[in-house]
C-alpha cells in the first residue's frame, strides 16, 4: 500500500500477499482453519469479495470427509461451555451476540444445552447454523427441526451453514452490506 492509500485491506492487496500473510490475515473466517484460507491463497487474484468466498468454499468442498468433520467440529455450541468460559473467538462472540444468545433466560439456556447435548448425541459434531438474522427462538426451532434430519444430511447442512458464515464474515471484513 501507499502510504495516501486506506489502511482498509483490499482485494489488490490481499492478492499480493505472500502465502503466509494471506493465511494470517484470513485462517479466522473458517473457524479454528487456516488451512481453508492457505489453499485458496493459489486462486488469486480475486475479481470481488464472492471470488474469494468461491475460492475458500472450493477448498472446503475438495477437503476429504475427515477434514471436513474437523471443520465442522471446531465450531462451538451455540451459548455452550466456550460462551460460558468466554473462550470464544471474537467473530463467534460477536455472532452470538447478535442473535441475542448472551442474554437467554436461565430456562432458555437450559433448553439450548440441552438442545446442544441431544443434537451431538444424534450427529456426533456441534449443531451449525449462521445465525446473522436470527433470534434465539428462531435457532431453537431450527435445531429441534434439524435433530430430525440423518447425519449425511447434517453433514451437507452444516457446511452449507459454514459457507454461509464465512461469506457474511468475508463481507463484514471488507465493508460490504451482507446480505443473507
Same mark, same amino acid.
Given at each position: 500500500m501507499t502510504p495516501t492509500a486506506?489502511?482498509?485491506?483490499?482485494? /489488490?492487496d490481499l492478492s499480493d500477499?505472500?502465502? @503466509?500473510?494471506f493465511t494470517a490475515c484470513l485462517g479466522d473466517i473458517f473457524e479454528h482453519s487456516p488451512w481453508i484460507a492457505e489453499q485458496a491463497w493459489q486462486a488469486r487474484p480475486y @475479481? /470481488? %469479495?464472492a471470488?474469494? !468466498? @468461491?475460492?475458500?468454499v472450493a477448498a472446503v468442498?475438495?477437503? &476429504?470427509?475427515?477434514?471436513?468433520?474437523? *471443520?465442522?467440529? @471446531? !465450531?462451538p455450541e451455540l451459548a455452550g461451555k466456550e460462551a460460558a468460559r468466554g473462550t470464544l473467538t471474537q467473530n463467534s462472540t460477536q455472532e452470538q451476540r447478535g442473535a441475542g444468545l448472551d442474554q437467554c433466560s436461565?430456562?432458555?439456556?437450559?433448553?439450548?444445552? &440441552?438442545?446442544n447435548a441431544a443434537y451431538r448425541e444424534r450427529h456426533g459434531f456441534p449443531? %451449525?447454523? =449462521? %445465525?446473522? &438474522?436470527?433470534?434465539?427462538?428462531?435457532?431453537? =426451532?431450527?435445531?429441534?427441526?434439524? *435433530?430430525?434430519? /440423518?447425519?449425511?444430511t447434517e453433514l451437507r447442512t452444516c457446511l452449507r451453514e459454514? &459457507?454461509?458464515?464465512?461469506?457474511?464474515? *468475508?463481507?463484514a471484513r471488507f465493508g460490504q452490506e451482507a446480505a443473507q
Open positions: 486506506s489502511p482498509t485491506l483490499t482485494l /489488490d500477499m505472500p502465502q @503466509a500473510e @475479481a /470481488d %469479495v471470488a474469494l !468466498h @468461491a475460492a475458500m468442498d475438495a477437503a &476429504g470427509p475427515q477434514r471436513q468433520l474437523a *471443520l465442522i467440529a @471446531a !465450531h436461565a430456562e432458555e439456556l437450559q433448553r439450548l444445552r &440441552g438442545l449443531f %451449525v447454523i =449462521a %445465525v446473522k &438474522g436470527l433470534d434465539r427462538y428462531q435457532i431453537m =426451532a431450527a435445531m429441534e427441526a434439524r *435433530l430430525q434430519h /440423518d447425519r449425511d459454514i &459457507g454461509k458464515i464465512a461469506r457474511l464474515r *468475508l463481507q
